[in-house]
């Protein structure tokens, strides 16, 4: 069974300073790995996709990295408005569908 | 191009009644799913659909029916609401799997009392 855990639960930065959200998972046959941001009372925005070890991708403030066993969202000076909810999720073998992590709540303040 | 729609957007429901979450999309996506997201655990899948006439179970299909007559719609169905059920919903559509992300609905929040 594919398992997706993401790390910490709950995060609060200051404007400006840099952080980095985990997400670890286990599956058979890594297909993609998925980043989304969802703010209250939306439904999640899709982010990025990696899709092998070493693979990097950005879009502004964030910048998505992937390893064998875990995916990295690191955060550079943040400002309030990337206050949200960041989900991670797998798609894995012949599925055609994710799995996600909990989420990280990550609020960002002045 | 509205995306995905979902109604109703709110909705209450005494135990045992029967409801039906609508959902279309506009951008002829053949992947289609159902999600349920309660606080602390996490967007769970209910069903999915691969294309039209075609569904399948996901991770938590009790309680539920779907159906998918045409590429743009995919209902919900509710039979005999049990609290349980009260939750987020959210629909999704994607072009194909294989990486590309999908588009999900602003969800419908229910609540059975």
């Known amino acids: 069974e594919d398992q997706v855990t993401q790390s910490p639960e709950a995060l609060r930065l200051q404007e400006g300073e840099s952080s980095s959200l985990n997400c670890s998972y286990t599956?058979?046959?890594?297909?993609?790995l998925f980043w989304y941001r969802q703010d209250p009372g939306k439904g999640p925005e899709f982010l990025f996709t990696?899709?092998?070890a070493g693979e990097e991708k950005e879009k502004e403030r964030l910048k998505a990295t992937l390893t064998k066993k875990e995916s990295f969202l690191h955060i550079t000076a943040p400002k309030p408005e990337d206050s949200a909810t960041y989900l991670c999720?797998?798609?894995?073998?012949?599925?055609?569908?994710?799995?996600f992590g909990t989420g990280t709540r990550l609020q960002v303040t002045l | 191009n509205a995306g995905v729609t979902q109604t109703p957007k709110f909705r209450i429901l005494k135990i045992g009644q029967s409801m039906t979450l609508q959902c279309t999309q506009d951008?002829?996506?053949?992947?289609m799913y159902w999600y349920r997201q309660d606080p602390g655990m996490g967007l769970k899948l209910i069903y999915y659909?691969?294309?039209?006439?075609?569904?399948d179970k996901g991770e938590v299909p009790n309680g539920y029916n779907v159906s998918r007559s045409t590429t743009e719609d995919f209902p919900l169905r509710l039979e005999l609401a049990a609290p349980s059920q009260t939750s987020v919903y959210f629909c999704?559509?994607?072009?194909?799997?294989?990486?590309?992300?999908?588009?999900f609905g602003s969800g419908t929040r229910l609540t059975v009392v």
């Open positions: 990696l899709y092998s």
């Open positions: 599956v058979s046959g890594l297909r993609g």
């Open positions: 999704a559509s994607s072009f194909q799997t294989g990486g590309y992300g999908y588009t």
């Open positions: 999720a797998v798609e894995a073998g012949t599925a055609s569908k994710l799995t």
């Open positions: 659909s691969v294309g039209a006439g075609i569904t």
């Open positions: 951008m002829n996506h053949n992947y």
